[in-house]
């Protein structure tokens, strides 16, 4: 191609797989040589995709800045697209420099500037949105498992379930035990500090019986088996989803969420209302210890918390249990499906079904704790 303007005067014509780019004429400022953009343009139009680029000069070529402006703009476009750009046809004064140019590395392209309040706030709640129709999808699927279940069309196996309950159950009385007779003595000496200036010691076993029965038994409980369960039932799908495990099941014309989340679920269901019953007692003999240090003997002590704690404060805490194992369970198991397939991956959806365990407990625990107001009881 000749360009034929007068103030401008070059050639591009095909050389093999590439393209020869002859520049001639005066191509300094004062002839308004052609910019960077039309000598890529004809360049592109002659060459192929994997051809290499050459530029040479006429003896009668006349150069300044203004030509070397525009070759450098073409060597950063050939090696963004790994385009060999030889030069070497040129005169020496105008390749020294090219070559003092492109010998200096490029700056990465500036960050963008960060978002404003109102578009992360916007993003914010797109996210909290997504989190929650995933969860209610997830919760429709579960829901519709357990249906299948309760009238035995159930994929999962009972053998799983048995498994499971020896998981969550048994091996965790340890914790569960530690943790809450903790907590019923530092009730208890809470409640003291308070009840000795009034030489009240003995409701020191009320403070610690209602505590324990209507707030701190179901939910530090819930608490110790989220971060111990639920991260597991995350770690078990995500291993399995990483393996392809789950693609298997799917395969085999097994649903997963039958096959893998219900015995889960209905394991810390079934368990989690009898290690709160246990929290409750282990958490009662703590408060006990500490009241006894206190010249509240045991027999005065017992009779104080039985006095002080009803049937419905029981029914309470164990309905917050219920749903606590609920909780714990769908942010494990669905945490786990949605697991990528790297080592990564797995970590990081085990450390997303806690989070999300926890969040859920605290909201349902003060959703039920103004429902239990509301009612009364």
Known sequence: MTDRDEHTSFTVTADGDGIVLHLKGDWTSAAAPPGAAALRDACQSQSSPSGDWRVSSAADFRWDSTVASRLFALALYCDRQDIAFDTSALPDNLQKLLGLATAVKQ???????????????????????????????????????????????????????????????????????????????????????????????????????????????????????????????????GTMQSNEEIDAITTLGLSPVEYLVVPRLLALVLVMPLLVIFANIIGLAGGGLVAAGMDVNIAQFIDQARSSVTLGDIATGLFKSLVFAGLIAIAGCQAGLASGRTSAAVGNATTRAVVHAIVYLVVADALLNIIYNLLGV
């Open 107 to 237: 700056p990465p392209a500036p960050p963008a500037p960060p978002p404003g309040l109102a578009a992360q706030l916007k993003a914010a709640m797109h996210s909290v949105q997504d989190s929650a129709v995933e969860f209610l999808a997830f919760l429709g699927a579960v829901v519709l498992a357990l249906g299948a279940t309760l009238l035995g069309r159930s994929q999962a196996r009972m053998r799983d379930l048995l498994y499971f309950i020896e998981q969550c159950g048994p091996k965790a009385i340890g914790i569960v035990a530690l943790i809450s007779v903790l907590v019923g003595m530092i009730l208890a000496y809470l409640g003291a500090v308070q009840l000795s200036n009034f030489g009240a010691e003995v409701y020191v076993a009320n403070l610690v019986a209602l505590g324990m029965v209507r707030e701190m038994g179901p939910l530090m409980t819930a608490v110790i088996m989220a971060g111990r369960t639920g991260a597991a039932y995350a770690a078990q799908l």
